[in-house]
């Protein structure tokens, strides 16, 4: 992800919602993304540097999760970008209604350059436990017209215990399909889940 990171970390450094920790997780990185990440943690003192040999997603997910201090956590890949107004109005949302996970749409820059929006395929709102089992559970894997809920753990902001209990269990083997399994697992213990239609990730 060497050519997308520096440009992942600046749209987070560029949040308008100020008061956050950014933990940058070097995976044993071959090329130059070690170096960025230490600049960078030099620049700027919300950001920490953790350096590990290769161990996969699964693992880098879980070290960053490890030193995670705030209430609140969201996963970036890196070559991920999220929105300047991703963290505020996550933040709005969890003041407002208490939800334990917020789900934003996704900007899907498909390769010849044409963008569409992925947004989930229930209507957005709060979700109390009743309304996720009967609304979103038959959506999870794939419904009758091929729609799924979104798997992956980008633009997503999951209350820390319950990242920590969806996220720490999964096998470090597994580096395919890890995000849907802890996504799985939020949806099932999770008490309310905000679904945005706002598009503040890409």
Known sequence: VEPYLESCVESILAQNFEEFELILVDDGSPDNCPAICDAYGRKDKR????????????????????????????????????????????????????????????????????????????????????????????????????????????????FRPLAERAFLIINEKISLGEDLLGIIRVYEEGKRVCLSREPLHR
């Open 47 to 158: 950001v920490k540097v953790i350096h590990q040999k290769n161990q996969g997603v699964t693992a880098a997910r879980k070290s960053g999760l490890k030193e995670a201090s705030g209430d609140y956590v969201a996963f970036v890949d890196g070559d991920d970008r999220v929105m300047p107004e991703f963290l505020m109005r996550g933040y709005e949302k969890i003041e407002k209604t208490g939800a334990e996970m917020v789900v934003f749409s996704c900007i899907h820059e498909q390769e010849e350059e044409s963008v569409r929006i992925v947004h989930e395929p229930v209507a957005e709102g709060l979700y109390q436990r009743e309304d996720v089992r009967e609304v979103i559970y038959p959506h999870l894997l794939m419904d009758d017209k091929m729609r799924h809920m979104t798997w992956y753990v980008s633009g997503k902001i999951i």
